[in-house]
């Protein structure tokens, strides 16, 4: 989801993890070279998972924090080139928020319901728009997703199984995708996020699916992501009951 979709900017926990572990690394006056704890002891440091960690390395990496050694962990890159700015929250580089992010920022509990996961060969459409070769493998998730119990979107996620193929092994039902992503070897950040809105009446199947009557409005949100290569990474479409669902955007005159 992009950030602010239902009008919170909150960072999600790994962007608040790479934050903190920058600000301690510049309060221990760490040095280019320096080795970071084991991913065992800043997992225990910080609280979070094992994905969250490497989500927040992976973050750090792509602004030259720290660089990752394949037989002897994490080490500091140029920390003191980097700005004292770079400290705040404000000057994390931009993200595309996931429904999971945006739960965990608002202390809500995620939860999903998988209808098909799959590979199947591009279509020339698809191939297209991820800029693929047409036939490429393609990771095809259809999943419903809940807030607190209650259901809010029927999600249809297409993703170039080259970029991760950790997906076709990962259980959706409970993993969030952004998060196997940014756990990706290497890491595939969703940068920037192309997006569209329209209303419609629902499918016979979405009726089904909500449990709702067919006058009911629903919103279907077209999403392109990119990753921190400026390269598309993800194409899905969500559909949402037109009462559980807001989308909120500044726009700005550049000239």
């Not at 999971?100 to 319901?113: E, I, R």
């Not at 297209?128 to 990771?139: Q, V």
């Not at 969703?190 to 699916?209: C, G, K, M, Q």
């Amino acid at each position: 989801m992009p950030r602010g979709l239902f009008g919170d900017d909150a960072l999600p926990l790994y962007e608040r993890t790479a934050t903190q572990l920058l600000e301690d690394l510049r309060a221990a006056a760490a040095r280019p070279g320096d080795r970071l704890p084991s991913e065992r002891a800043l997992v225990e440091r910080y609280a979070v998972s094992r994905v969250t960690l490497r989500a927040a390395l992976a973050q750090l990496e792509t602004r030259g924090i720290v660089r990752p050694s394949s037989s002897r962990g994490w080490f500091v890159a140029e920390l003191g080139l980097l700005p004292e700015a770079t400290m705040t929250s404000g000057s994390v580089a931009p993200q595309v928020q996931g429904f999971a992010d945006y739960a965990q920022a608002n202390g809500l509990t995620t939860a999903g319901k998988v209808l098909s996961a799959t590979v199947r060969p591009a279509t020339v459409s698809e191939a297209e728009r991820l800029r693929i070769a047409p036939g490429a493998d393609l990771f095809d998730l259809h999943r419903l997703r809940f807030l607190d119990g209650l259901l809010v979107v029927l999600e249809h996620n297409r993703l170039p199984l080259a970029v991760c193929p950790a997906l076709v092994e990962t259980d959706f039902s409970t993993a969030s995708l952004y998060a196997t992503l940014r756990a990706a070897d290497p890491p595939q950040l969703p940068r920037v996020a192309d997006y569209s809105v329209e209303a419609r009446h629902p499918t016979p199947r979405e009726i089904e699916l909500f449990e709702i009557a067919e006058t009911m409005p629903m919103l279907v949100a077209t999403q392109l992501t990119s990753n921190q290569e400026s390269r598309p990474i993800e194409l899905t479409v969500q559909v949402y009951r037109g009462d559980r669902y807001r989308f909120r955007a500044s726009i700005t005159n550049q000239g």
